[in-house]
């Protein structure tokens, strides 16, 4: 397995495994699917300043990602992102998501523009919870029913980890 910086040509993958969350899991409150286009929009919002986005490469093709994005628009949050980590549903278990969790935070380390990476996991969600605990994870508190997905109405678990 290769991790490296995600490029446009990895998108289709990065799409498809995004969507799939979308429409069967529980680790995005999205919806509907993403089209290719505004998932180019968020693909441009990384690789700049302190948003790295990257990709997990086996058999040639991009089976995960990791990225830190803005937690929140106004700037006194500037030096504080927001961890994402989706693995494609064929290349579970495998570790992938651990590896790419622990390369991503070695790069947050290494930036003098990262103070706070905050992950927001839905409380059902139990395997992101163990890892971001692995990983050194503080959890910050439970949010009660505030998003409403397949029927259900969900939790969502705050992390927090200083770099």
């Known amino acids: 397995m290769i991790i490296r910086t995600a490029e446009e040509k990895d998108m ?3 799409l498809d495994i995004y969507n799939y969350e ?3 899991g529980l680790s995005t409150f999205d919806l509907n699917p993403k089209t290719m286009e505004e998932r180019l929009v968020w693909f441009r919002d990384h ?3 302190n948003h790295p986005l990257i990709v997990a490469e086996e058999d040639g093709k991009s089976v995960g990602y990791a990225s830190l994005s803005s937690y929140r628009p106004k700037e006194a949050y500037a030096a504080t992102v927001e961890l994402s980590v989706y693995i494609d549903k064929n290349y579970r278990r495998r570790g992938i ?3 790419l969790a622990s390369a991503i935070l070695e790069i947050a380390r290494e930036r003098d523009d990262i103070h706070t990476v905050i992950s927001v996991i839905t409380g059902e969600n139990e395997a992101s919870i163990r890892l971001h ?3 050194g994870f503080i959890h910050c508190g439970t949010i009660n029913e505030v998003g409403l997905k ?3 109405m ?3 678990e ?3 980890l200083m770099v």
Do not use: Y
Request: glycine share 12%.
């Open 158 to 160: 705050n992390f927090q």
């Open 133 to 135: 605990e692995r990983l």
């Open 22 to 24: 979308v429409e069967h």
């Open 154 to 156: 969900l939790n969502i």
């Open 47 to 49: 690789n700049v300043g």
């Open 12 to 14: 289709p993958e990065l």
């Open 150 to 152: 397949f029927g259900k």
């Open 97 to 99: 998501a651990g590896k």
